[in-house]
């Protein structure tokens, strides 16, 4: 029956969107339809509301989806989403100051001689508007009016110019910031502490151990990772549009020939609009992303600056004309240079410490600095909201397209709260777990479940309803050990491709509704095809590459204020391989070294003293000892791998089906109660009975060398654990009795101090590293390589 219900939330969903009923209304009304219906039937056929659910019953599912409508608003750590409103405010006030027509107007001008260079310029145009506006629908409606006739009028192909417009503003939804990244963001980082606690649950079931090894445990990802790791992706989509328009232009000139320019191009007022038109956008560029890129800003903070400067940018265009149209800007950028020049000045600026007439100067300039700050913006705003009643209508927008997708997100959280109380997870898991060719096979279906979704469905509706119930599954998965950062922007690539799919997608619609009569419906949708295809191959690029995704957020991760120490068990994999692969260049050194500074004559320091370094300096060979030994154990696991893994992956598949009927089972002896004395309890008990068969058919499958070489493979293990410990035990403690020597013989004999501070330069980033405060920024940028790959991590489970 449970069965029958969930089909019953589909049809009520699918019907309600297809009749145009509204999305918000849509979600939840099905979910509480269905649940009370579920429930009145139980009460009526079995006198038990929650005889057709899970488990639980209609008010417990209820509940936990009004939990979930709370959980959005009022969990702390939960802020990821008032980046919203902000970065929809920075996009529809530049929107309104006509910034993009000033650059598709410009850029046209200077790309147009070259072959296909208005088209360059669409999509050049498209990349800075997605990283400063990053709305679909003002994009290609500003840039259907303004470069559509141009590139009409120059001969280009309907197909390609319509193409290149409809490809050219989906890049909002890729290229941060992005709303599309900050949903997404939100849904991984619930689906991650799911996906936790099943792996969590895997390690307990495999290896019969409570505490999983946290250097085993998902990866999970934020909204500034989700811009760091959409960064290069999509640079990779704008470098694919401009080389398929380049290479029309080469092959079949016709199609987008070059625009002949009378007289003279770059002269100086040219020169000047270019860089009255390009600069704002690349300031505000910079101010934004640069913020989290440098991990000055959070996600929240950078919409605010955002925010702040698209109001700035709009009050002189604006009034442009005026003499003081500049005026709030000159202002604004006279306040920062003064703020920076008084930080740097390093004047004490916290008034209970303050002492010198100096600093009270310095504080007196800050405070002129921040009135001037405050009393620009509130210039701006001012002007914005006088002039054509700009701010006013800027609000309004925000409120309506941020009340749009808060009302998505709780409705989804209804309904997902509903698919999995009809078991909906738990059918979706099983069979992408039943699927042949394990992970990939099962994110391949995925990603095509989610493409075909994009013909029918909005980017939000798929964001809140399928990442939810599919994520959880793919992140458990230890073969591949994705990250969610990774898994959102292959997600968040996916689903850009649903603004260009025929028939529902949106960029179609809003450049038919511009376009003349002259172009045909068919002209887009022919055009579009080449970029959807261009798209996937973007999405093949990054799915088999996912350093492009994760290099940037791992090494933002390790380089930022708030960097890790180097004994943080998610670093331990990379940190080993970088120092050993180090050791084959410098333990020779380092070996002799230690034994010239052991021969050396100690008496001078103290006999504590004396015995640390002597006993430091022993340790230097044990160390190496326990390399070579480490490597040993390493490369003999390597070679049983070859055999081990697959007999590893079909049992454990085989463990998973048992799991997965012992499951089922417990659910029909739940059920058998409700019916004691009937011929139906006699049917489930017919049912245990096959499926305690189908279990003891299972196990007969498993080989019987499983225990032996399970057994051998866990030995290797266990014994690289042990050796590895004593490693980083015996190195930490060997050079930070260096360090302790070095402090006390600087008096007693500073010509050992000095040659043991030389060795301690030596060892300080190979032997010594796990006694760091912080990664070396060198070696982070090397680990951060080594970080992005995703590892397998199934023979652990």
Request: glycine share 8%.
């Amino acid at each position: 029956m449970e069965l029958l219900f969930l089909a019953i939330l589909f049809v009520i969903m699918i019907t309600a969107l297809g009749s145009g009923y509204p999305v918000a209304f849509a979600l939840p009304g099905a979910a509480i339809i269905t649940i009370a219906l579920a429930g009145a039937t139980g009460v009526l056929f079995d006198g038990d509301s929650g005889a057709y659910f899970v488990r639980d019953g209609p008010v417990e599912w209820l509940t936990a989806g009004v939990t979930n409508f709370r959980g959005i608003y009022w969990e702390v750590e939960r802020d990821t989403l008032i980046a919203i409103p902000l970065f929809i405010f920075m996009g529809i006030m530049l929107q309104r100051s006509k910034v993009a027509e000033d650059l598709l107007v410009t850029m046209a001008q200077l790309f147009g001689p070259v072959p296909g260079g208005l088209g360059i310029s669409v999509v050049f145009v498209g990349a800075l508007l997605a990283a400063t506006t990053g709305i679909v629908g003002a994009t290609v409606v500003a840039m259907g009016l303004i470069s559509l006739p141009a590139m009409l009028r120059n001969n280009y192909s309907k197909p390609l110019a319509t193409g290149t417009i409809c490809a050219s503003g989906t890049l909002g939804q890729i290229i941060p910031p992005s709303i599309v990244l900050i949903i997404l963001a939100d849904q991984l980082s619930n689906a991650v502490d799911q996906a936790s606690s099943e792996r969590r649950e895997l390690y307990k079931a495999a290896t019969g151990e409570t505490s999983m090894p946290s250097s085993l445990e998902i990866v999970s990802t934020s909204a500034g990772d989700m811009f760091l790791g959409a960064f290069i992706p999509g640079l990779l989509l704008v470098l694919l549009y401009m080389l398929y328009i380049f290479g029309s232009a080469l092959l079949r000139p016709e199609t987008a020939p070059a625009v002949s320019v009378d007289g003279k191009i770059m002269t100086r007022p040219f020169l000047t609009k270019v860089v009255l038109s390009l600069i704002p956008p690349l300031l505000m560029i910079f101010a934004v992303l640069g913020s989290i890129l440098m991990g000055i800003a959070t996600v929240n903070q950078a919409g605010a600056i955002g925010a702040i400067g698209a109001t700035l940018m709009a009050s002189y265009r604006l009034a442009e004309g005026r003499k003081d149209a500049f005026y709030p800007v000159i202002l604004m950028a006279t306040s920062i240079l003064l703020l920076t020049i008084i930080i740097m000045s390093g004047f004490n600026l916290k008034i209970l410490t303050i002492s010198s007439g100096m600093d009270y100067i310095g504080l007196a300039l800050a405070l002129t600095a921040v009135t001037g700050l405050l009393v620009s913006i509130g210039w701006a705003l001012v002007r914005s909201y006088r002039i054509d009643n700009t701010l006013h209508q800027v609000m309004l927008e925000t409120a309506k397209t941020t009340s749009m997708v808060f009302i998505i997100l709780l409705g989804a959280a209804m309904l997902t709260a509903a698919f999995r109380a009809f078991g909906g997870e738990e059918i979706v898991k099983h069979g992408l777990g039943s699927l042949p060719g394990g992970f990939w096979t099962q994110f391949f279906v995925v990603m095509l479940v989610i493409f075909l979704l994009g013909f029918f469905l909005d980017f939000i509706e798929i964001a809140v309803v399928v990442v939810p119930i599919v994520a959880p599954i793919l992140l458990a998965d230890p073969s591949a050990n994705i990250t969610a950062v990774w898994l959102g922007v292959m997600v968040g690539l996916n689903i850009q491709t649903s603004f260009l799919t025929p028939p529902f997608g949106f960029a179609l619609f809003y450049l038919r509704g511009v376009a003349s009569s002259a172009v045909k419906t068919i002209d887009i949708y022919k055009g579009v095809v080449p970029f959807i295809i261009l798209q996937l191959i973007g999405l093949g690029v990054v799915g088999y590459y996912p350093q492009l995704v994760n290099y940037l957020p791992t090494r933002s991760y390790l380089t930022g204020d708030t960097s890790p120490p180097p004994r943080n068990p998610r670093l331990q994999q990379c940190l080993k391989e970088y120092t050993f692969a180090e050791y084959a260049i410098t333990s020779s050194t380092i070996r002799a070294e230690a034994a010239a500074l052991a021969a050396r004559n100690m008496d001078k320091l103290d006999t504590d003293d004396q015995n640390l370094l002597k006993q430091a300096l022993a340790n230097i060979p044990v160390i190496f000892d326990h390399v070579d030994k480490i490597a040993i154990i390493e490369s003999e696991m390597v070679a049983m791998e070859v055999e081990y893994a697959p007999l590893h992956t079909s049992v454990r598949r085989i463990e998973r089906d048992i799991r997965r009927i012992e499951n089922r089972k417990d659910d029909i002896k739940k059920d058998m109660r409700n019916y004691r004395g009937t011929s139906y309890a006699n049917q489930l008990k017919a049912e245990i009975a096959a499926m305690d068969k189908d279990i003891q058919h299972l196990l007969t499958q498993i080989p019987v060398r499983w225990d032996a070489e399970s057994k051998a493979y866990q030995a290797l293990t266990r014994d690289l654990i042990k050796t590895t410990r004593l490693y980083n035990r015996t190195s930490e403690r060997a050079y930070n009795n260096i360090v302790t020597v070095i402090e006390m013989a600087a008096i007693s004999d500073p010509e050992l101090a000095s040659d043991l501070a030389a060795f301690e330069v030596l060892i300080r980033d190979n032997i010594g590293i796990l006694a760091q405060n912080k990664v070396p920024v060198d070696i982070a940028r090397e680990i951060s390589a080594c970080l992005a790959v995703h590892r397998n991590l199934s023979l652990y489970f």
